[in-house]
């Protein structure tokens, strides 16, 4: 081949480098994503740069700051109007920027700063060679057990990483349902799993079973990111576009320019369907739905107890938001395709959650699975295929969230030698021994069941109602009936906790740092105003539900 064949090929290939047009990022509209992202960024630096003894501190007041920063930022956008009539797409159609994210966005933000008090918690543990210590390992790379550990604890280790481990995750699930591609919806769930499968890894007491939780959810949360992924490919290959405007106007049969490669793959529902499965299969697992729900009681009894607190609240508030966005923005086409599918999700994930918590004898199994119940109550608002299902999933969310960081919080603080006493036989005559801490429970627990004047009733009550007016009336009988189950488990702790003699070797309630105090301060506040006062906030989820396409 001659010289100047060569030369024109290179100036051939090279020719439409020149019209790659530079990315086009609206930074104030993505302002409390960046902020979390860049604490993240700067909270692994300062474990690489700052001295031991002042990391605590440093991460801590970082992380807060952070947090609050970007609340800010969500605040003064949804002020501006980008909550309705500015609503619109950023980062080149990569973001939406519209009512559902800012709400979740702010949820989340607000449960990470409540979450996050527990995380600094240090006062709880009785100190270790005269160290203050967290709920975190000393050394997290040590052999559980093992000298290296021994020595780690000895010399007052902890494990900082966490904090910016936690702002990777929240930054990741600020994404999570603010996504309008099907690349980005990836990216983000990546970014937020990683550093949960990493935190529920660290606990200082029960490290073999904190490392079997994480190994759990690593090899599960693997194989649901996978099926996402698939299903990606699968639209992607149908649509011919990642965009979910295009792929609902292809799914719609709207689309207006097609090529002879679209017009193939359009006619092909399989490609359709089954990527739909598969994507929807993805976000029920992170959901914690029935049947993808085996991790959830193993990860939450395993995990340290703060990280668990922080998962079960916030990463509900991400995947849910995400799932509406796909049920809604991409698939309206499909409704009467999945509809039927997700009822049928919808009742086996209540009676199942409701049904199998009774058996636990385990405070955070019992949790666990009372969890994955409420993931079929709001569910239920999912299927409602209405605008008040919308506002009623995020009123439902946001009530929900707070409830559980603070119910966690309190299992933080009954502890025996071996550390937190969660066996429920432990919890026997808490009443007697510390009548506010098993007040503050009660009241989460009768929150969880759904009992009229806490944010559970009102919750419930959105979500069902969304549900008999959206032809899904089957389902909120099967919900009542749920709920009623559901309410046998949380009055029975209630009895075991006030109407029980306590055993005299029983289990002591630690006094907490104003940190946790706040944390279950915050929660009792939101449970007691979303159930006595909640009009404000459901029609501020009303305002914010209308998604931008």
Same mark, same amino acid.
């Given at each position: 081949?001659?010289?100047?064949?060569?030369?024109?090929?290179?100036?051939?290939?090279?020719?439409?480098?020149?019209?790659?047009?530079?990315?086009?990022?609206?930074?104030?509209?993505?302002?409390?994503?960046?902020?979390?992202?860049?604490?993240?960024?700067?909270?692994?630096?300062?474990?690489?740069?700052?001295?031991?003894?002042?990391?605590?501190?440093?991460?801590?007041?970082?992380?807060?700051?952070?947090?609050?920063? *970007?609340?800010?930022?969500?605040?003064? +956008?949804? &002020?501006?109007?980008? @909550?309705? #009539?500015?609503? /619109? %797409? =950023?980062?080149?159609?990569?973001?939406?920027?519209?009512?559902?994210?800012?709400?979740?966005?702010?949820?989340?933000?607000?449960?990470?700063?409540?979450?996050?008090?527990?995380?600094?918690?240090?006062?709880?543990?009785?100190?270790?060679?005269?160290?203050?210590?967290?709920?975190?390992?000393?050394?997290?790379?040590?052999?559980?057990?093992?000298?290296?550990?021994?020595?780690?604890?000895?010399?007052?280790?902890?494990?900082?990483?966490?904090?910016?481990?936690?702002?990777?995750?929240?930054?990741?699930?600020?994404?999570?349902?603010?996504?309008?591609?099907?690349?980005?919806?990836?990216?983000?769930?990546?970014?937020?799993?990683?550093?949960?499968?990493?935190?529920?890894?660290?606990?200082?007491?029960?490290?073999?079973?904190?490392?079997? *939780?994480?190994?759990?959810?690593?090899? +599960?949360? &693997?194989?649901?990111? @996978?099926? #996402?992924?698939? /299903? %990606? =490919?699968?639209?992607?290959?149908?649509?011919?576009?990642?965009?979910?405007?295009?792929?609902?106007?292809?799914v719609d049969g709207t689309v207006t320019n097609v090529t002879p490669a679209l017009a193939d793959t359009m006619d092909n529902d399989a490609l359709l369907l089954v990527g739909t499965a598969l994507i929807v299969m993805g976000l029920l697992f992170k959901v914690g739905a029935v049947p993808f729900h085996m991790w959830t009681p193993d990860v939450y009894q395993g995990a340290p107890t703060p990280v668990t607190g922080f998962m079960a609240a916030a990463t509900k508030v991400a995947a849910f938001g995400a799932l509406l966005r796909i049920l809604y923005v991409v698939l309206p086409g499909l409704r009467w395709d999945w509809r039927p599918v997700m009822w049928g999700v919808v009742i086996i994930t209540m009676l199942g959650g409701a049904i199998v918590a009774i058996t636990q004898t385990d405070i955070k199994r019992l949790l666990a699975y009372s969890s994955i119940a409420h993931a079929g109550f709001i569910l239920a608002g999912v299927v409602a295929t209405t605008p008040d299902g919308i506002s009623s999933v995020l009123f439902y969310l946001a009530a929900y969230s707070f409830v559980t960081v603070g119910a966690f919080a309190v299992v933080t603080l009954v502890r025996d030698a071996g550390g937190e006493a969660t066996h429920l036989s432990k919890w026997a005559g808490l009443g007697r021994r510390s009548p506010l801490v098993a007040a503050v429970f009660a009241v989460f627990l009768l929150a969880f069941a759904g009992i009229p004047l806490t944010s559970g009733f009102a919750g419930k009550f959105a979500v069902f109602k969304a549900a008999a007016e959206g032809g899904a009336a089957p389902l909120v009988v099967v919900g009542v009936i749920s709920s009623a189950i559901a309410a046998f488990f949380y009055i029975r702790v209630i009895v075991l906790m006030f109407f029980s003699e306590p055993r005299p070797e029983g289990p002591t309630v630690a006094v907490p740092s104003p940190l946790t105090m706040t944390t279950i301060g915050v929660g009792v506040a939101v449970t007691l105003v979303l159930g006595v006062a909640p009009q404000y906030f459901l029609d501020l989820a009303g305002t914010a539900g209308v998604f931008v396409r």
């Open positions: 081949m001659s010289a100047a064949a060569v030369h024109s090929l290179w100036t051939t290939a090279a020719d439409p480098i020149s019209k790659i047009e530079a990315p086009k990022i609206e930074y104030a509209q993505l302002s409390p994503i960046l902020i979390v992202l860049g604490a993240a960024i700067v909270g692994v630096l300062v474990e690489a740069v700052v001295p031991r003894k002042s990391r605590y501190h440093a991460q801590t007041f970082l992380a807060v700051v952070a947090l609050a920063a *970007a609340f800010a930022g969500v605040v003064a +956008l949804a &002020a501006d109007g980008y @909550a309705t #009539t500015k609503s /619109g %797409i =950023a980062a080149m159609g990569a973001i939406a920027v519209d009512g559902p994210a800012l709400f979740l966005q702010g949820t989340i933000l607000l449960t990470a700063m409540v979450g996050l008090f527990t995380f600094a918690e240090r006062r709880l543990d009785p100190a270790a060679h005269g160290n203050r210590v967290d709920s975190f390992a000393a050394q997290a790379a040590a052999v559980p057990g093992s000298d290296g550990e021994k020595a780690a604890v000895r010399a007052g280790f902890t494990t900082t990483e966490v904090f910016p481990l936690l702002m990777f995750a929240v930054a990741g699930m600020l994404l999570f349902p603010a996504a309008n591609d099907l690349l980005t919806l990836f990216v983000a769930l990546e970014v937020f799993s990683l550093p949960l499968y990493l935190m529920c890894a660290l606990a200082r007491r029960k490290r073999m079973m904190s490392l079997e *939780a994480a190994v759990k959810y690593f090899l +599960l949360g &693997a194989f649901a990111s @996978a099926f #996402t992924l698939f /299903g %990606i =490919a699968l639209l992607y290959g149908y649509a011919g576009s990642m965009s979910y405007a295009t792929i609902a106007q292809v």
